[in-house]
């Protein structure tokens, strides 16, 4: 499989506990976006890169979250003492800049977090 | 703010009956539009998009019309059938080639 994989799928922690999340992109896909979703909602924006430079984090990334992609290829998103208003679904996803015209990005299939 | 409107599910309907998910945007100029599509246990899939105004972007038998009057992207589907329940996303791409999604419709097609 050649798509986009996380790891992950399903994280259990307990409040307070720091958990790591691995996103694997597309090989030859230059950016990295990661979202979360939660329950009846849509995904929304965190973060993302560019090779290996982050360009862009969302307000909804406190300072309990970080994302590394340091060498431009894999990416972790890290959440330090987690709380229970973190359990949601992570998305990862990957695209190609230059993309032409399509901007499209490519999802992996989540990493759901459950935090007790 | 800028934003993206889906209308309420679940959506149920029969086998081969008529189906349109309405979505409307706000945005500063024309962004590029699209529908992805998440099957259960599955990560989200492009369905299509369109990049500019009166484009029609169309996949498997949907298609949605790119609307700048109405500022809207309703997809349509003339004849569903029991594999297309799922939950449908409409997005529209903003600086950065982020994407700005709305909350999901979820489908349900009966046989």
């Known amino acids: 499989d050649t798509g986009v994989s996380q790891d992950p799928r399903h994280k259990i922690t307990k409040r307070g506990q720091n958990v790591t999340f691995r996103c694997d992109p597309i090989?030859?896909?230059?950016?990295l976006y990661w979202y979360r979703q939660t329950l009846g909602q849509g995904p929304e924006f965190l973060t993302y890169?560019?090779?290996?430079?982050?360009?862009?984090k969302s307000r909804l990334l406190s300072d309990r979250f970080s994302a590394e992609r340091p060498k431009g290829s894999f990416s972790t998103l890290e959440i330090q003492r987690t709380e229970q208003g973190d359990s949601a679904m992570y998305l990862c996803?990957?695209?190609?800049?230059?993309?032409?015209?399509?901007?499209?990005?490519?999802f992996g299939e989540g990493s759901r977090l459950t935090v007790l | 703010g800028n934003s993206v409107t889906q209308m309420e599910g679940p959506v149920t309907l029969s086998e081969e009956a008529f189906l349109t998910i309405n979505c409307t945007y706000t945005?500063?100029?024309?962004?590029?539009l699209f529908w992805y599509v998440q099957y259960p246990g599955e990560g989200l899939q492009l369905l299509l998009k369109?990049?500019?105004?009166?484009d029609k972007g169309s996949n498997k038998g949907f298609e949605a019309t790119y609307r700048k009057e109405t500022t809207s992207f309703h997809l349509e589907k003339g004849s569903v059938q029991v594999s297309d329940s799922a939950v449908y996303f409409c997005?529209?791409?903003?600086?950065?080639?982020?994407?700005?999604f709305g909350a999901g419709t979820i489908l349900r097609v009966k046989s």
């Open positions: 369109a990049t500019k105004a009166d």
């Open positions: 996803a990957s695209s190609l800049l230059p993309q032409g015209s399509t901007g499209e990005l490519f």
């Open positions: 945005a500063t100029g024309y962004p590029s």
């Open positions: 997005a529209r791409m903003e600086y950065g080639n982020k994407l700005v």
């Open positions: 890169f560019q090779n290996e430079a982050q360009l862009e």
């Open positions: 090989s030859e896909h230059n950016r």
